[in-house]
């Protein structure tokens, strides 16, 4: 199983677009390193995407069928 991880940026790390908006800080879902959604500007928002990759991951690992809406 893959590692699902957040990282956190500060300070000048943080992208210019949301340093325009007053954020010091964001969020990314790192998968295996790689980010893979974000810059959250929450870690709310970032542990709730965290929870869909590690449902999806799940969800591919054992070969369940795909949900329908």
């Given at each position: 199983m893959p590692h699902i991880?957040?990282?956190?940026?500060?300070?000048s790390a943080?992208?210019?677009?949301?340093?325009?908006?007053g954020a010091l800080a964001c969020w990314y879902v790192?998968?295996?390193?790689?980010?893979?959604?974000?810059?959250?500007?929450?870690?709310?928002?970032?542990l709730a995407s965290q929870s869909i990759w590690r449902f999806e991951l799940a969800m591919?690992?054992?070969?369940?069928p795909a949900l329908a809406a």
């Amino acid at each position: 199983m893959p590692h699902i991880n957040i990282m956190s940026m500060i300070g000048s790390a943080v992208p210019p677009a949301l340093q325009r908006t007053g954020a010091l800080a964001c969020w990314y879902v790192v998968i295996d390193g790689v980010q893979r959604s974000g810059p959250f500007t929450s870690l709310d928002a970032a542990l709730a995407s965290q929870s869909i990759w590690r449902f999806e991951l799940a969800m591919r690992h054992k070969d369940f069928p795909a949900l329908a809406a």
